[in-house]
T-cell receptor
Framework: DQQVKQNSPSLSVQEGRISILNCDYT??????FLWYKKYPAEGPTFLIS?????DKNEDGRFTVFLNKSAKHLSLHIVPSQPGDSAVYFC?????????????FGKGTKLTVNP | EPEVTQTPSHQVTQMGQEVILRCVPI?????FYWYRQILGQKVEFLVS????????KSEIFDDQFSVERPDGSNFTLKIRSTKLEDSAMYFC???????????FGQGTRLTVV
């Protein structure tokens, strides 16, 4: 039951370039989307979120884009830095449907090479 | 910066034993959660807790699991009789309100032998 899919298990980019992490979802009830970053042996750290009433949200080097018709969202990191190397999780919830639980994707391991 | 804290960081227990995982959520947060991540798999929702009662639970959260907020600060997850397949990282999280981002603790690695 993969309601949230991150089809790329890994991504490698050069320092200073753009990192684009992708996420697809199947549940049309999802209306709140989040990206988390996770280092080994640590808990997920919140990065950025977007509500379904928006199609873009920006916070510093991080921008999340939401395409509701395609049920697709992406996280852009510009410029990428070696410290960004981590596993990135996409998560979604159906707040209007009365559920605050987060449904996570399997994650994409980002490696930023110096 | 306020954070969610979890203890212990690592717990090893024998199959069939009871374990209690402890969490101190961020102090002004009202919603509390437990998630787990089995090695190599995705983070899975277990249970949410609001106003001193369970508001939502997954099919994983069966009768062997229970949660409690015994005082104003701690939030605990109890597994009554652990099984080998309960081995995982268990994450506690909290949110200020229903529509805000969840903050996660560092996790407790539970190993059932």
């Amino acid at each position: 039951d993969q309601q949230v899919k991150q089809n790329s298990p890994s991504l490698s980019v050069q320092e200073g370039r753009i990192s684009i992490l992708n996420c697809d979802y199947t549940n049309s009830m999802f209306d709140y989307f989040l990206w988390y970053k996770k280092y080994p042996a640590e808990g997920p750290t919140f990065l950025i979120s977007i509500s379904s009433i928006k199609d873009k949200n920006e916070d510093g080097r991080f921008t999340v884009f939401l395409n509701k018709s395609a049920k697709h969202l992406s996280l852009h990191i510009v410029p990428s830095q070696p410290g960004d190397s981590a596993v990135y999780f996409c998560a979604a919830s159906a707040l209007q449907g009365g559920s605050e639980k987060l449904v996570f994707g399997k994650g994409t391991k980002l490696t930023v090479n110096p | 910066e306020p954070e969610v804290t979890q203890t212990p960081s690592h717990q090893v227990t024998q199959m069939g034993q009871e374990v209690i995982l402890r969490c101190v959520p961020i102090s002004n947060h009202l919603y509390f959660y437990w998630y787990r991540q089995i090695l190599g798999q995705k983070v899975e929702f277990l249970v949410s807790f609001y106003n001193n009662e369970i508001s939502e639970k997954s099919e994983i959260f069966d009768d062997q699991f229970s949660v409690e907020r015994p005082d104003g600060s701690n939030f605990t997850l109890k597994i009554r009789s652990t099984k080998l397949e309960d081995s995982a990282m268990y994450f506690c999280a909290s949110t200020r309100d229903k529509a805000s981002e969840a903050f996660f603790g560092q996790g407790t690695r539970l190993t059932v032998v």
